[in-house]
Every structure is written in C-alpha cells, then in structure tokens.
C-alpha cells in the first residue's frame, strides 16, 4: 500500500534534530558544523514538504475511490509549501551572513504556510469521515506558535545576531512538534483508510 510506505518513510524524511547538539558542534567545530545544520534544516523541510504533499494526493486518491467520497476538495486553494528549496545554494549563501537571516525567515513561514495548508485538507478528510460508517479520531490540528519574525529579525540587528540564536531554537523545536503531531494524525488517518477497506 503506497500510503503505508509513505508514512514508514517519515523515519528518514522528518528528522528531529536538537538544537543544543548543533549549537555545541558549531563551537566546538569552530564554526564548520553551522553549514552541516543549516543543509539538513533545509533537507529536512524539503523532504517532509514532498513526502506530505504525496501523502495527501494518495489520500484523496484513495477517498475519491470510495463511496464517502461526496464532497468537494478544496485544499489546493491554500498553499502548500511543498516546492524544493535549493539546499546547496541557500547553505553557502549563509557564509554571507545575512542570508542567513532570510534562511531562519523562511523555514518559519513556509512551516506557517504547510501548517495552514494542512488544517484545511484535516478538515476536508474530517468532513469526508463523517459521510461514512467509519469514525475518525481527528477533532483538529494544533499548530506551532505564531511567532513575530518582523521583531526577531529588528532584534537580532539591534543584538548584533544574538537573538538569532533564539529564532534558531524555535525553528528546531517548531518542527521537531510538528512532525510528532503530525505522526500521530498520520497513524489515525492509516487506521481510518484501513478501516474503510474492511467495510466495503
């Protein structure tokens, strides 16, 4: 089942990362492990981006198929930041310095982006379940903090970067919340699809 493997290939897409290793092997390392953590905080976006945006089309693939499917899908008109950003190129730029900032900028958005995106395709498949016999134990999605970049970025120039230090950790634990909160539906909607199968 291609939703099966999708969801077992979150073991390699969705990696959690910590952000007090990074910030002790970027020192320790005298600043060469900084480039290492800014290419998989990009890799990672990329791959989790690409793997949802496949499991939501194999999803609805699949309800479309199915007797439930009596509603309109309209999550393509929010945005999924599923598009590739070209890791290499925004990891060397970071030696620029500020680039770096916009790195931090919009590895945050597009996280808010996904999130919204996200929601409103839950509340499609939400709306699906309860054309069936079936139950769904989604009651929502809860997203990361809303958090100010305008304010971080005017901070991190009136600290001269030292409150980038503080975005940064956000970043790691924002999406390091979201694939755990995300593995969770993912495992709920597999027994919600399963569950279809056995009842038609």
Request: proline letters at 2%; hydrophobic letters at 45%.
């Amino acid at each position: 089942m291609e939703i099966e493997q999708n969801i077992a290939s979150r073991k390699e897409t969705d990696k959690v990362m910590w952000f007090s290793m990074w910030a002790v092997l970027s020192v320790a390392s005298f600043g060469i492990a900084w480039f290492l953590m800014i290419y998989y905080l990009i890799k990672r976006r990329n791959a989790h981006f690409s793997r949802q945006e496949k499991l939501e089309a194999l999803i609805l693939s699949k309800l479309k198929k199915t007797n439930t499917a009596k509603l309109a899908l309209d999550s393509s008109s929010t945005e999924n930041q599923g598009h590739s950003r070209n890791v290499a190129a925004w990891t060397l730029s970071t030696l620029l310095v500020l680039p770096a900032f916009y790195v931090f900028y919009f590895l945050k958005s597009d996280l808010r982006k996904h999130e919204e995106h996200e929601h409103d395709f839950l509340a499609e498949v939400i709306g699906l379940a309860k054309e069936s016999d079936v139950s769904l134990n989604i009651h929502g999605f809860a997203a990361t903090p809303s958090f100010p970049s305008g304010k971080y970025i005017a901070l991190s120039v009136l600290t001269f970067g030292l409150a980038a230090a503080y975005w940064l950790y956000r970043i790691f634990n924002d999406y390091n919340s979201h694939f755990k909160r995300q593995w969770k539906i993912e495992d709920e909607l597999l027994r919600f699809l399963k569950a279809i199968d056995n009842s038609s």
